[in-house]
């Protein structure tokens, strides 16, 4: 009951993922009904309904345009996993402040990049002008495409990507 379901908003555009259990009961309660099953039945005592991989909702739900979290994952995911400063590509990084907090640096978008240990060590509390160091790129939030917001799900379920994309 636990498994990811991708909900659509009345217009197809995505906008959440649920899990199953979520899914069943927006769609028993009648504000949403299945897009794509693919993934058989689930049965109770007395019924069996079919388990949905995307659902759609009834009626149109007005949201704001949904924003990448400011997390060390995301930011890592944005920056590919790769040191901002010396381009080594590892699991082992660091999240380093451009402009070190004690300078007035704010914890956004713009003034965190992924950073390997050593590169954050030899930068330390200085300045990338300081330190004599260089960015590989100016970092800056990430896109709100759902093609990015999604991607970590789609490896595991392939046929939400048509549903996805362009979006
Ligand atoms: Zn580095």
């Given at each position: 009951?636990?498994?990811?379901?991708?909900v659509?908003?009345?217009n197809?555009?995505p906008?959440?993922?649920?899990n199953?259990?979520?899914?069943?009961?927006?769609?028993?309660s009648g504000?949403?009904?299945?897009?794509?099953?693919?993934?058989?039945?689930?049965k109770?005592v007395?019924?069996?309904f079919?388990?949905?991989?995307?659902?759609?909702?009834?009626?149109?739900?007005?949201?704001?345009?949904?924003?990448?979290?400011?997390?060390?994952r995301?930011?890592?995911?944005?920056?590919?996993?790769?040191?901002?400063y010396?381009g080594?590509?590892?699991?082992y990084?660091?999240?380093?402040?451009?402009?070190?907090?004690r300078?007035?640096?704010?914890h956004?978008?713009?003034?965190?990049?992924?950073?390997?240990p050593?590169?954050?060590?030899?930068?330390?509390?200085?300045?990338?002008?300081?330190?004599?160091?260089?960015?590989?790129?100016?970092?800056?939030?990430?896109p709100?495409?759902a093609?990015?917001?999604?991607?970590?799900?789609?490896?595991d379920?392939?046929?939400?990507?048509?549903?996805i994309?362009g979006?």
């Amino acid at each position: 009951m636990q498994i990811p379901v991708l909900v659509l908003n009345a217009n197809f555009e995505p906008i959440n993922v649920c899990n199953t259990r979520r899914a069943i009961g927006l769609m028993l309660s009648g504000k949403a009904t299945m897009v794509l099953n693919g993934r058989g039945e689930i049965k109770t005592v007395s019924q069996s309904f079919p388990s949905p991989s995307i659902i759609r909702l009834e009626k149109m739900v007005r949201r704001p345009r949904p924003r990448v979290k400011l997390t060390k994952r995301e930011i890592l995911r944005r920056d590919d996993y790769t040191c901002q400063y010396c381009g080594v590509r590892t699991m082992y990084l660091t999240i380093d402040h451009i402009v070190p907090r004690r300078l007035g640096g704010h914890h956004d978008w713009d003034n965190l990049v992924a950073a390997c240990p050593s590169c954050n060590h030899r930068k330390g509390g200085r300045t990338v002008e300081q330190a004599q160091m260089r960015l590989k790129r100016p970092p800056a939030e990430p896109p709100t495409s759902a093609d990015y917001i999604f991607a970590r799900h789609l490896r595991d379920n392939e046929e939400w990507v048509p549903f996805i994309q362009g979006w």
